[in-house]
C-alpha cells in the first residue's frame, strides 16, 4: 500500500526547496519590473495560457487588491478583437513557463508594434518569450512534484509565489496601507473594522429615557418597553447619568430596603461605561464592551448629552469581530 502522508510530505518539500533554491537566485530585475508598473499610467494585463493562465488569473486579482491596476486577458480572445483593451500607457505581463506557448507567443508581436512594456516569466531568457521580454524574471527550477516530471506543480507553486513578490514589492514602492486594502474590501471582515463606526450601528429612536426622578415602577415598565434589558436616565438636560439594567434590578430586589416607590436612580449604575465619539470605530467599541464585560454602551457628546446606544448584539449582527 502507498504511503500518501510520506508522498504528500516529499511533495511540500520538494515545493518548499524550489522556492528557497529560487529566493537565493533573484535578481534585480524584480526591482526593475516594480518600478516599471509603479510608473505606468494605464493598467497591468496579465496574460498566459493553460496552468500559467490559471496562475496569471490569480497574480491579476492579487495585484488589483493590493492597489495596482490589473486585469487579466486570455491570449486568444486577445487574438479575436480583446487585444483592443490593451491600451499605450499599460504594461503586459506575460507567463509561460517554457516561454513558448503557441497563443501567447502569437500576441506578443502585435504588443510590442505599439510599444507596449512587456514583463516575462519564463524558464529561460532563450526562450520566444525572453525574447520579447523588456524586463525578465526567470522561473529557475530543477524538477516539478509530478512523478512524471511533467505536470505542472514547482513550476506554477514558484510562478504564483513570484507573482505574490512583485505584487508585495509594489505594495512597499506605493506605501500601501491596511486602510487602502480595506477600501478594496469593504465586504471583508477587515474593511468592516475599518470603516464600519459607531453612528453607522448606534440606536437613535425610541431610547428607553427616563428622567432622574422617574419612580423604579415605572421605569420597569419603561424597560419592558424598549427590549434592551436597561434604561437609560438623564437630568433635565438631557446628560446621561446613569443606567438601570435588569441586573441592577435583580439586585435591588435582595436589598432589604428595597421599595417600588423609590426612584429608579436610587438602584441604577451610577457614572455608566459611554463612549463620548460617534466617529469611533465600531471594532474599537466592541472593544470597549467586552473589556468591560457589558451588553451596552451609551454614546453622549462631548459634554455628556445622550446621543444613541449601541448594544453587543449590534456589533455581532453587523459582523464586527
Same mark, same amino acid.
Request: with cysteine.
Given at each position: 500500500?502507498? =504511503?500518501?502522508?510520506?508522498?504528500?510530505?516529499?511533495?511540500?518539500?520538494?515545493?518548499?526547496?524550489?522556492?528557497?533554491?529560487?529566493?537565493?537566485?533573484?535578481?534585480?530585475?524584480?526591482?526593475?519590473?516594480?518600478?516599471?508598473?509603479?510608473?505606468?499610467?494605464?493598467?497591468?494585463?496579465? #496574460?498566459?495560457?493553460?496552468?500559467?493562465?490559471?496562475?496569471? *488569473?490569480?497574480?491579476?486579482?492579487?495585484?488589483?487588491?493590493?492597489?495596482?491596476?490589473?486585469?487579466?486577458?486570455?491570449?486568444?480572445?486577445?487574438?479575436?478583437?480583446?487585444?483592443?483593451?490593451?491600451?499605450?500607457? =499599460?504594461?503586459?505581463?506575460?507567463?509561460?513557463?517554457?516561454?513558448?506557448?503557441?497563443?501567447?507567443?502569437?500576441?506578443?508581436?502585435?504588443?510590442?508594434?505599439?510599444?507596449?512594456?512587456?514583463?516575462?516569466?519564463?524558464?529561460?531568457?532563450?526562450?520566444?518569450?525572453?525574447?520579447?521580454?523588456?524586463?525578465?524574471?526567470?522561473?529557475?527550477?530543477?524538477?516539478?512534484?509530478?512523478?512524471?516530471? *511533467?505536470?505542472?506543480?514547482?513550476?506554477?507553486?514558484?510562478?504564483? *509565489?513570484?507573482?505574490?513578490?512583485? *505584487?508585495?514589492?509594489?505594495?512597499?514602492?506605493?506605501?500601501?496601507?491596511?486602510?487602502?486594502?480595506?477600501?478594496?474590501?469593504?465586504?471583508?471582515?477587515?474593511?468592516?473594522?475599518?470603516?464600519?463606526?459607531?453612528?453607522?450601528?448606534?440606536?437613535?429612536?425610541?431610547?428607553?429615557?427616563?428622567?432622574? #426622578?422617574?419612580?423604579?415602577?415605572?421605569?420597569?415598565?419603561?424597560?419592558?418597553?424598549?427590549?434592551?434589558?436597561?434604561?437609560?436616565?438623564?437630568?433635565?438636560?438631557?446628560?446621561?447619568?446613569?443606567?438601570?439594567?435588569?441586573?441592577?434590578?435583580?439586585?435591588?430586589?435582595?436589598?432589604?430596603?428595597?421599595?417600588?416607590?423609590? #426612584?429608579?436612580?436610587?438602584?441604577?449604575?451610577?457614572?455608566?461605561?459611554?463612549?463620548?465619539?460617534?466617529?469611533?470605530?465600531?471594532?474599537?467599541?466592541?472593544?470597549?464592551?467586552?473589556?468591560?464585560?457589558?451588553?451596552?454602551?451609551?454614546? #453622549?457628546?462631548?459634554?455628556?448629552?445622550?446621543?444613541?446606544?449601541?448594544?453587543?448584539?449590534?456589533?455581532?449582527?453587523?459582523?464586527?469581530?
Amino acid at each position: 500500500m502507498e =504511503d500518501f502522508k510520506a508522498i504528500a510530505k516529499e511533495v511540500l518539500e520538494l515545493e518548499a526547496k524550489e522556492l528557497l533554491n529560487a529566493a537565493g537566485m533573484i535578481g534585480n530585475e524584480i526591482g526593475v519590473a516594480t518600478n516599471l508598473i509603479a510608473n505606468i499610467k494605464g493598467k497591468l494585463i496579465v #496574460t498566459g495560457v493553460g496552468k500559467s493562465g490559471l496562475i496569471g *488569473a490569480k497574480i491579476a486579482a492579487t495585484l488589483a487588491s493590493t492597489g495596482t491596476s490589473s486585469f487579466f486577458l486570455h491570449p486568444t480572445e486577445a487574438m479575436h478583437g480583446d487585444l483592443g483593451m490593451v491600451g499605450k500607457d =499599460d504594461a503586459v505581463l506575460a507567463i509561460s513557463y517554457s516561454g513558448e506557448s503557441e497563443e501567447l507567443i502569437k500576441i506578443l508581436p502585435h504588443i510590442k508594434r505599439f510599444d507596449i512594456p512587456l514583463i516575462g516569466m519564463a524558464r529561460s531568457r532563450e526562450s520566444s518569450l525572453g525574447h520579447y521580454s523588456d524586463v525578465f524574471l526567470p522561473l529557475y527550477i530543477e524538477k516539478e512534484a509530478c512523478p512524471l516530471d *511533467a505536470a505542472p506543480t514547482c513550476s506554477t507553486t514558484l510562478t504564483l *509565489a513570484l507573482g505574490d513578490a512583485l *505584487a508585495v514589492c509594489l505594495m512597499k514602492k506605493k506605501n500601501f496601507q491596511k486602510e487602502d486594502f480595506a477600501s478594496f474590501h469593504p465586504g471583508g471582515s477587515l474593511g468592516k473594522r475599518l470603516f464600519i463606526k459607531v453612528k453607522d450601528l448606534m440606536l437613535t429612536k425610541e431610547l428607553p429615557i427616563i428622567h432622574e #426622578t422617574t419612580k423604579l415602577k415605572e421605569a420597569i415598565l419603561k424597560m419592558s418597553e424598549g427590549r434592551l434589558g436597561n434604561v437609560l436616565i438623564t437630568d433635565q438636560n438631557n446628560h446621561l447619568i446613569a443606567i438601570l439594567s435588569d441586573g441592577d434590578l435583580r439586585r435591588a430586589l435582595m436589598r432589604d430596603d428595597f421599595s417600588m416607590d423609590a #426612584t429608579a436612580y436610587e438602584y441604577a449604575t451610577k457614572s455608566p461605561k459611554k463612549l463620548d465619539d460617534e466617529t469611533l470605530l465600531a471594532s474599537d467599541a466592541l472593544t470597549f464592551i467586552e473589556k468591560y464585560k457589558i451588553q451596552l454602551v451609551a454614546i #453622549t457628546d462631548k459634554v455628556g448629552v445622550l446621543k444613541g446606544v449601541l448594544h453587543i448584539h449590534d456589533l455581532v449582527e453587523a459582523g464586527i469581530k
